[in-house]
């Protein structure tokens, strides 16, 4: 299966016939973090499973539908809830989201994610932004033959989490009552929590927290040359760090604790790109 630029028009165009306003910010909400959505002013919302071609969420947490409507004063198109290589998907299959983004004229990107804590300095609420990341494991969403209608086969990743977009969101933190830092996100396949062991290595590749989504999406708007903005949320203290099990109990409980204050955050966000 090819998952190009007219696989993707047929969601696309199904889309446009129910939503005339362009969206201009694309947002994908990771586990715990649906609360936003709750917020978006005239929404209309679609489900993942009425769209063409395209994926459902499996997890339990995950509204799996897509929200048109407004915040932070722009039009925008959020995910409410997210596919991963864990759910069964292959990777060439999770490089729908932004390519459909990309044909719904989604100008800029901002994701968020439930990460678990590597770096030893953060704790459990912190926010990080993103500034690079580092991926060990599985394929490449990209793998296969390409679709210059969407990006080079060849592409560079040097400024894949958009600096203009971090120092636009730095700015705003200065303003929010959470704590944040920049840091380095690694990806692991999942679902399984990563071991003491793979959190040391982590360590000392110099990454500062652990999850299991986002880059396969980062990759891809670097590939539709798409600004982008990620975030992670520390719901936890990766394993080994803090002597107790993980769980995904946990991480809901953690990304509730910030919810209010975290939406409020990515709106000043949307304001100001």
């Known amino acids: 299966m090819k998952y190009d630029y007219d696989y993707v028009k047929l969601s696309a165009d199904y889309i446009k016939s129910i939503v005339h306003e362009e969206p201009e910010i694309g947002i994908i909400l990771g586990s715990g973090l649906g609360k936003f959505a709750e917020s978006i002013e005239n929404p209309i919302e ?15 947490s995950h509204a799996g539908k897509l929200i048109f409507g407004r915040a932070g004063g722009k039009n925008i198109v959020c995910m409410a809830g997210r596919f991963h290589y864990y759910e069964g998907y292959e ?45 060990l494991t599985g394929a490449s969403p990209l793998r ?16 894949m989490y958009t600096k203009e977009l971090r120092n636009i969101a730095l700015e705003c933190a200065k303003e929010s009552p959470l ?7 690694m990806f692991f396949t999942g679902p399984q929590f990563e071991t003491p062991a793979e959190i ?3 360590r000392i590749l110099g990454a500062d927290a652990v999850g299991m989504s986002t880059v396969t999406e980062a990759l891809t708007a670097a590939h539709c040359g798409m600004p982008l903005l990620a975030l992670s949320v520390m719901t936890n203290m990766a394993a080994g760090v803090l002597p107790q099990k993980l769980s995904d109990e946990e991480v809901g409980i953690a990304a509730a604790k910030i919810a209010d204050n975290f939406g409020n955050y990515v709106r000043d966000v949307i304001s100001k790109l």
């Not at 296969?144 to 400024?159: A, I, L, M, S, W």
């Not at 704590?179 to 996100?185: A, M």
């Open 46 to 60: 679609i489900k993942y499973e009425d769209i063409p071609n395209f994926l459902v969420s499996t997890v339990a």
């Open 91 to 135: 990777f060439e299959q999770l490089v729908l989201p932004i390519r459909l983004f990309k044909l719904l004229g989604v100008k800029k990107t901002i994701i968020t994610n439930a990460a678990g804590a590597v770096n030893t300095d953060y704790n459990v609420g912190d926010i990080m932004i993103i500034k690079d990341h580092l991926k």
């Open 144 to 159: 296969g033959e390409n679709d210059d209608r969407f990006g080079q086969r060849f592409f560079d990743v040097t400024d």
């Open 179 to 185: 704590t944040f830092h920049e840091g380095v996100y």
């Open 200 to 202: 040391r290595a982590a």
